[in-house]
Every structure is written in C-alpha cells, then in structure tokens.
C-alpha cells in the first residue's frame, strides 16, 4: 500500500460546534491506488463532497491523517499544499467554473498559468494537444460562452489533465448533463484512464455506471459501508 496516491486513516470532519454540529465523515480509512478507476456512490448528505475535498486537499479533516503522494500532509504549509496539489491531483465539478471572457484554450491553460506566472509556449501546445483529446480541436479559440454544456464539461476535463495528475477528483462531473452526454463525457474519462493510466474517483448517483466502474465505494451516513473491486474476469470482491 506503499504507493497509494491518497490514503486517508481515520479521517473526521465535523461542521458547525455544539448542539448544532454535524459528522459528515465519522472514521473514513481508504486508499486509492494508481490507475484505477472508481465510483463513489451514496445518498445526498451522506459526505460525498466533504470527502472529496479532503482527498483533494481543499479542506482540512477535523482528525485523522491525508498522506498524498507518500507526503503527510498535516505538517505543510499552504504552498507546500499547493505544490503537492498541483502535481498529483486534478479536479472536474459538476458545474465546469470555466471563466466565460476567456477561449477554451486559455482556460484549458488558467490554472497552470497562474501557477507558473506565464502562458509559456510549451503550455500552449500541451493545452491544445488535451483539447485535441477531448475532442474540441477545432474549438480551441471559441469562447468559453458560447460552447454547450457538454463541451463545457470536456474543457474543464481537459484542464483537470493540463499537469498530469495521478488523480482527478470528479465531483457529479455529469450531474448537469442530459443522459446521452454524461455518457459521452463518462466513456471520454475511461479512454483517458485506459491511455494514460491517470486514476479517477467519480462521484455519480448513477448505480448502472457505478456498477460498471473497476471499484465501487459507497459511503452512508458518513461511513463507507460497501468497497469492491470488479476483478479481471469481471467478478466483485470486498477491498
Ligand atoms: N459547509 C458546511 N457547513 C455545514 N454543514 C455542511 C457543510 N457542508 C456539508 N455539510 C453537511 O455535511 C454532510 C455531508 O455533506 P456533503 O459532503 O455535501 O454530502 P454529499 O456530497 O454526499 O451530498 C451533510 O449533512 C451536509 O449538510
Ligand atoms: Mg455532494
């Protein structure tokens, strides 16, 4: 278990204080391996997103240890963070948050621009072979605006590849999408898992693609009550 991308050990995360506080996560142990692809499932409220954003290290647990990439991160300051973050994770939300006065292509680049101070040439070319990827080529120069909820979707994919992660976090990334198109989106996130080994967790209400996905995790109440991997003939085993 060495090399997990992310493992979380006795993870809590408590909102509010007193009569009015609330466990969204109570105890979460989980580790998520290189390349694979899997599916968190669970009612609304049931800490789907907390637990995402802990993972991606956009909020912090109340208790318990995040180690990603092999680094512990109580210890880190908000760059250490940063780096950590910007090398290992990607993250696709269920709404895309592209910057609507900004071309596919520049917003494809946002991110790892205003990380490195500059939209350097080989930048550039990185942001225009993932919009090639994703299939939106030919509409690297349309602006944001003017592009359907779908191509929205793949846009903020293809930023969420832009450095390479090991991982992209994918929070409802179809929950806006009508079916047809969160399927095109979703086969889109498996080519790019069997191609470039990059693992995925998805959160989805979608059981049928839960289903389909190599490891299914459902989570209630703030627990994790099912963890399977789909092995290679097809049959479920508990992780
Ligand atoms: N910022 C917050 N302040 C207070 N309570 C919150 C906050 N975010 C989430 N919660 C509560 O934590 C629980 C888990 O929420 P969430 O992680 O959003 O679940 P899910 O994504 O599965 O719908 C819910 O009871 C929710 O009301
Ligand atoms: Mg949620």
Redesign the pocket.
Known sequence: MGDAIVLLEDIV?D??EGEAA????DGIDLSLEPGEFSALV????????????IMGLLDHPTSGTVTVDGTPTDDLDDTGVTRLRGRTLGFVFQFHHLLTGFTALENVMMPAAVDRGRFSTDLRERARELLDRVGLGDFKDKNARHLSGGQKQRVAIARALTNEPELVLA??PTGNLDTKTADRVLDLLREINTDTGTAFLI?THDEELARSCQRLIR?VD?HIVEDERTNSSGTRQKS
Request: aromatic share 4%.
């Open positions: 995360r909102y509010g609330t466990r969204a996560l669970g009612p609304s409220g049931s800490g789907k997103s907390t637990l995402l954003n929070d409802e959160v989570l703030g």
